[in-house]
């Protein structure tokens, strides 16, 4: 796990790597998390039940990361 790697860096090069890794993963997770929240929104889909709990889950990751003070907390930003 990315977050791990950051906080196990051995040196400063390593773990702003680390970050910059980080930082891509988390604007995925944005990007999905939006495009969950479209799709929620419309009318072409039935069953959004595992919809839901994609979108649960990636904002779980959000908050944990928020809790622990990476830099996954500026999920919710």
């Not at 400063?12 to 929240?37: A, G, P, S, T």
């Amino acid at each position: 796990m990315i977050c791990l790697q950051v906080h196990a860096a051995p040196n400063h090069n390593q773990k702003d790597k680390y970050e910059q890794e980080l930082k891509k993963e988390i604007k995925k997770l944005q990007r999905l998390r939006d495009q969950i929240k479209t799709w929620l929104s419309g009318q072409e889909i039935k069953d959004k039940k595992q919809l839901q709990e994609a979108r649960k889950n990636i904002e779980q990751v959000c908050r944990w990361g928020k809790k622990d003070k990476t830099k996954i907390g500026f999920c919710f930003n």
